[in-house]
């Protein structure tokens, strides 16, 4: 599965921004497809994911601010992001999991990031 991300840029702290995320290739059993995020100096962390039932999933840090959708006819999911603070400044990458149990996958695959920058 090849996965591309798209979306990211500079952005005032309060404004919004859309991600999205395009999967082509063995994307029939993609169970879960989520977004991750890396701020520099700091572990990779889950932001959003959602499952192949609609369940989503979020961060505690980006409740009510962050919604993930996925469009299964274009293969895209996009990652809607609100009232952006400093702290939500890193390199957002997109991920697509194979043999999940709820949010638990034994195959990962990986799209390239995109950065995401919030001035305050």
């Known amino acids: 599965v090849q996965l591309q991300a798209s979306g990211g840029g500079l952005v005032e702290a309060g404004g919004s921004l859309r991600l999205s995320c395009s999967a082509s290739?063995?994307?029939?059993?993609?169970?879960?497809m989520g977004w991750y995020r890396q701020a520099p100096g700091k572990q990779r962390e889950l932001v959003a994911a959602?499952?192949?039932?609609?369940?989503?999933k979020y961060a505690d840090s980006v409740k009510g601010r962050f919604t993930i959708s996925r469009d299964n006819a274009r293969n895209t999911v996009p990652l809607q992001i609100n009232s952006l603070k400093a702290e939500d400044t890193a390199v957002y990458y997109c991920?697509?999991?194979?043999?999940?149990?709820?949010?638990?996958?034994?195959?990962?695959?990986w799209g390239q990031g995109t950065q995401v920058t919030v001035s305050s």
């Open positions: 991920n697509a999991g194979y043999g999940c149990s709820y949010f638990e996958c034994t195959d990962q695959y």
């Open positions: 290739g063995s994307i029939s059993r993609i169970s879960v």
């Open positions: 959602i499952n192949s039932g609609g369940k989503e």
